[in-house]
């Protein structure tokens, strides 16, 4: 039962992120894997019971293999606006100097 919760909501995230991105949400090769991943979960959580729960057990491997997904995706997404943002902060440094400097010539000509 738990199961199958988890498998309808993995099947609305799949179907919210391809009504988010379109078909170009299958461009990237861990989001096919993924969504092959929640169909095959899907189906067998609905169509099999019984004896093909233990194929199921195979399923909660690959489950837990999109959280470590996810979170890395996260993590990346992370260091990649950190790294844009130093990008900024560095740029807007610089304009700091150059703006003090001409502060500078400023006060010197009228001194």
Do not use: P
Not at 92 to 109: A, G, I, S, T
């Amino acid at each position: 039962m738990v199961s199958l919760v988890f498998s309808r909501l993995f099947m609305i995230e799949l179907v919210a992120s391809i009504w988010a991105f379109g078909l170009s949400y299958f461009n990237s090769c861990f989001h096919v894997f993924d969504a092959i991943v929640i169909i095959a979960g899907f189906t067998i959580d609905v169509l099999l019971r019984g004896v093909l729960e233990e194929v199921a057990s195979l399923l909660v491997i690959l489950r837990l293999w999109r959280v470590f997904k996810i979170i890395e995706e996260l993590s990346v997404g992370a260091e990649e606006q950190m790294e844009t943002l130093q990008e900024r902060i560095e740029m807007l440094e610089k304009e700091n100097r150059n703006l003090e400097d001409d502060l500078r010539v400023l006060e010197r000509r009228c001194v």
